[in-house]
């Protein structure tokens, strides 16, 4: 099951399958899907799992195992893969609030986000080389991007999984917080995330922005209403 809240502008997508550690299986990507094409038009996206024991814990083997030719295993990939690409490209900010370990495919969700932030008990790793697979849904060309290749080919080729600690440090998580505080925390970055401004600067900081439709986007955001108040306010404290 794969639930969307929609509130002021921010769309919290929440894995809400406890029973499996929130796993993926065939009709839960479907339902995946359609859930992300009713988040689209949000200002910012939060993919999350329900409980505190898993964030998503890749596939569910259980039921992806019946897939023994190639040709199913590779279409599952496939399908996997250009969800987490969906997520990547939302036009907004895109947060994986972490409730809970991240391994696997798991890791590879988590990484298809722009920030990650972390409940402090938390562990993240690119385990597939303990099932004698690879990362097949775009995690290790994004793991690389944030780690850098030599780190990504050391954690994802010997499997080492990491703890809250080790992956801040690390950059693979952006914000750890103390379980306690975790989900009022998430959201209230969240929250602050989902503005016309943020979308702006994550297009300037992903690149995808050249200096003309930068400053475009920039003169757009300077006439508006919002930056005048917001101006004055800061004007009239001067005075």
């Known amino acids: 099951m794969v639930e969307l809240e929609l509130q002021d502008g921010l769309a919290v997508v929440t894995i ?12 839960t990507m479907g339902e995946l899907e359609k859930v992300l094409d009713a988040a689209e038009g949000a200002s910012a996206l939060v993919i999350t799992g329900s409980g505190d024991r898993a964030f998503v814990s890749g596939g569910d083997l259980k039921e992806l195992s019946r897939l023994r030719t190639e040709a199913e295993a590779s279409r599952m990939a496939l399908r996997m893969r250009a969800l ?23 890791a590879e969700v988590a990484v298809a986000a722009d920030i990650r932030i972390a409940a402090d008990d938390v562990r993240i790793g690119f385990n597939q080389t303990t099932l004698a697979i690879v990362p097949a849904w775009g995690g290790a060309e994004r793991l690389a991007r944030l780690v850098g290749p030599g780190r ?3 954690l994802a080729g010997s499997g080492r999984v990491l703890d809250c600690v080790e992956a801040e440090r ?19 970055v969240a929250r602050s995330l989902a503005t016309r401004q943020a979308r702006e600067i994550k297009h300037l900081t992903t690149g995808t922005r050249s200096p003309r439709e930068a400053a475009a986007a920039f003169a757009r955001l300077w006439v508006s209403e919002e930056h005048w108040e917001a101006a004055e306010k800061v004007m009239s404290r001067g005075r």
């Not at 809400?16 to 009709?27: G, T, V």
């Not at 690390?170 to 209230?188: I, Q, S, T």
């Open 170 to 188: 690390a950059g693979l998580v952006d914000l750890v917080l103390p379980r306690a505080e975790f989900d009022l925390g998430w959201r209230e």
């Open 16 to 27: 809400d399958r406890p029973r499996a550690r929130n796993a993926l299986d065939l009709n």
């Open 84 to 106: 987490c690409d969906r997520i990547s490209a939302f036009p907004g900010p895109v947060v994986a609030a972490l409730n809970g370990h991240a391994l696997g495919g798991g």
């Open 152 to 154: 990504a080919l050391l």
